[in-house]
């Protein structure tokens, strides 16, 4: 069982940047993916950032500007936002994805995240 809580979201002026974290609570045993995405008012979830062994992926819209890291020891995921645009503004929700002895992905319960002058 997994439980995530993310954390470190606000408000900020184009071109600042905030560096959100997610803290796992429980065991990591079974995770072998995790993200971060952002839904906007009125819009669908989309994935910004994901890691898995090592190897990250990127939406284009933030390639160059956000960096997903992770500290094993630390049970903790980090988005790095850098030069944040208004179109950045959102609700980031980290995810924790599994595949066995099941298919699942766990789920935080978001942190808003404003740019604007």
């Known amino acids: 069982q997994v439980q995530l809580l993310e954390s470190g979201g606000g408000l900020v002026q184009p071109g600042g940047s905030l560096r959100p974290s997610c803290a796992i609570l429980g065991s990591i045993l079974r995770v072998n993916t995790m993200g971060w995405y952002r839904q906007a008012p009125g819009k669908e979830r989309e994935l910004v950032a994901a890691i898995r062994d090592g190897t990250t992926n990127y939406a284009d819209s933030v390639k160059g500007r956000f960096t997903i890291s992770r500290d094993i020891a630390k049970k903790t995921v980090f988005l790095q936002m850098d030069s944040l645009k208004p179109e950045d503004t959102a609700v980031y929700y980290c995810?924790?994805?599994?595949?066995?002895?099941?298919?699942?992905?766990?789920w935080g319960q978001g942190t808003q995240v404003t740019v604007s002058s």
């Open positions: 995810n924790a994805g599994q595949r066995w002895p099941q298919p699942y992905e766990y």
